[in-house]
């Protein structure tokens, strides 16, 4: 069965950083060859796609988060990351993680390319 276990969520200041991990275990299909994506959703909003990364490592990011959080991968541990620094209180959210089908996009924040998801860490910035 494939799981995607997110963790590393919690409580910041403003200004202070945190580091999100989500392991990927059950695949049937490589790891590697997968798109990957960290989604958001704050209360009373849409979840938005915060950033993604592709299998060549190729990355994408939303507006608000460029500069300020990098995401990664590890193919041997089939892991992903999302180093999230400078946070702001509009950065509260549940974080999700999600994994595409093989060979899909080189890296997308459309929702639609992913096909499993994670059931979320929440992180909390406080001014």
């Known amino acids: 069965q494939v799981r995607l276990l997110e963790s590393g969520g919690g409580s910041v200041q403003a200004g202070g950083s945190l580091r999100l991990s989500c392991a990927v275990t059950?695949?049937?299909?490589?790891?590697?060859?997968?798109?990957m994506g960290w989604f958001r959703q704050a209360p009373g909003k849409e979840r938005e796609g915060v950033a993604s990364?592709?299998?060549?490592?190729?990355?994408t990011y939303a507006d608000s988060v460029k500069g300020r959080f990098t995401v990664s991968r590890d193919n041997v541990e089939n892991t992903l990351y999302l180093q999230m620094n400078s946070l702001d209180p509009e950065d509260t959210a549940v974080y999700y993680c999600?994994?595409?089908?093989?060979?899909?996009?080189?890296?997308?924040?459309?929702?639609?390319?992913?096909?499993?998801w994670g059931q979320g860490t929440q992180s909390t910035v406080s001014s």
């Open positions: 990364i592709g299998s060549t490592g190729t990355a």
């Open positions: 059950g695949l049937s299909y490589a790891f590697s060859r997968r798109t």
């Open positions: 999600a994994a595409s089908d093989v060979d899909v996009a080189s890296s997308s924040l459309n929702s639609r390319t992913y096909i499993i």
